[in-house]
C-alpha cells in the first residue's frame, strides 16, 4: 500500500517538529536529538523524491512576550539562528514551513489551512520532542480526524523515559501507527 497515491483522497505530509538549532546545538540543546538527524535525512530525501510533502513546524517565538518563554527561557526567537531548522535536514523549495509559538504546531498557525488545500489525510510525525511538542501536535491531527504515524526512530526527547512515555501515549491516545523509517520509506 502506498502511503501517497494518486488519489487525492489519501495524501501523505511528514510534519518534522522544531529540529532547530536551539533544540539540537543551542540554548535547549537535546543531545538525544543527533541519534534522529540520519534516518530523518533518509526520511525526508525519500519523501521529497516520491511527492510526499515535507513540512516543518517551528518554534519562532516572539521574545519577552510568548508564554513558552517563561517556561524554558529564551529559545528559537524568530529571525535567529537558533529558529533555523538544522542544516543537515534544511528545507528546500518544495517544501512549506509553518511557524509556531506554542507547543502545538496547530494552535494559531496555518497547518490546518495547509494540510486541507494539500488534502492531506496522513500524517507522519517527526522531530522533538516526543512527550511535549510532538505530542501536542499529534494530539491536534488526531483531534482533526487524521491518521497518524509515528516513526520511532524520527522522534526523540530530552531522557529516554520521556521518549518512551511519549511514544507510548502516542500509540495508546491517539492511535498512531509505530513504526521505523526504514518501514515506513518502504511504503512511499
Same mark, same amino acid.
Given at each position: 500500500?502506498?502511503?501517497?497515491?494518486?488519489?487525492?483522497?489519501?495524501?501523505?505530509?511528514?510534519?518534522?517538529?522544531?529540529?532547530?538549532?536551539?533544540?539540537?546545538?543551542?540554548?535547549? *540543546?537535546?543531545?538525544?536529538?543527533?541519534?534522529?538527524?540520519?534516518?530523518?535525512?533518509?526520511?525526508?530525501? $525519500?519523501?521529497?523524491?516520491?511527492?510526499?510533502?515535507?513540512?516543518?513546524?517551528?518554534?519562532?517565538?516572539?521574545?519577552?512576550?510568548?508564554?513558552?518563554? $517563561?517556561?524554558?527561557?529564551?529559545?528559537?526567537?524568530?529571525?535567529?539562528?537558533?529558529? $533555523?531548522?538544522?542544516?543537515?535536514?534544511?528545507?528546500?523549495?518544495?517544501?512549506?514551513?509553518?511557524?509556531?509559538?506554542? &507547543?502545538?504546531?496547530? /494552535?494559531?498557525?496555518?497547518?490546518?489551512?495547509?494540510?486541507?488545500?494539500?488534502?492531506?489525510?496522513?500524517?507522519?510525525?517527526?522531530?522533538?520532542?516526543?512527550?511535549?511538542?510532538?505530542?501536542?501536535?499529534?494530539?491536534?491531527? &488526531?483531534?482533526?480526524?487524521? *491518521?497518524?504515524?509515528?516513526?520511532?526512530?524520527?522522534?526523540?526527547?530530552?531522557?529516554?523515559?520521556? /521518549?518512551?512515555?511519549?511514544?507510548? /501515549?502516542?500509540?495508546?491516545?491517539?492511535?498512531?501507527?509505530?513504526?521505523?523509517?526504514?518501514?515506513?520509506?518502504?511504503?512511499?
Amino acid at each position: 500500500m502506498s502511503l501517497n497515491p494518486p488519489s487525492v483522497k489519501d495524501r501523505t505530509a511528514v510534519i518534522i517538529v522544531d529540529m532547530l538549532n536551539d533544540f539540537v546545538t543551542g540554548s535547549l *540543546k537535546c543531545d538525544r536529538a543527533q541519534r534522529i538527524i540520519p534516518p530523518m535525512q533518509k526520511l525526508v530525501e $525519500e519523501a521529497r523524491k516520491k511527492g510526499v510533502y515535507v513540512i516543518y513546524s517551528n518554534d519562532a517565538h516572539i521574545k519577552g512576550i510568548d508564554k513558552e518563554l $517563561e517556561l524554558w527561557g529564551d529559545h528559537a526567537i524568530a529571525g535567529t539562528p537558533g529558529a $533555523e531548522v538544522i542544516p543537515e535536514i534544511a528545507p528546500t523549495d518544495v517544501d512549506y514551513v509553518v511557524p509556531k509559538r506554542r &507547543y502545538s504546531g496547530f /494552535y494559531g498557525t496555518d497547518l490546518e489551512i495547509l494540510l486541507d488545500e494539500l488534502k492531506v489525510n496522513t500524517v507522519i510525525m517527526t522531530g522533538l520532542h516526543a512527550h511535549m511538542c510532538v505530542r501536542h501536535t499529534t494530539a491536534d491531527a &488526531y483531534f482533526r480526524g487524521y *491518521k497518524i504515524i509515528v516513526p520511532t526512530d524520527g522522534v526523540e526527547s530530552f531522557t529516554e523515559e520521556d /521518549y518512551l512515555n511519549g511514544i507510548k /501515549y502516542l500509540k495508546e491516545v491517539y492511535g498512531a501507527e509505530l513504526v521505523t523509517i526504514d518501514e515506513l520509506v518502504k511504503r512511499f
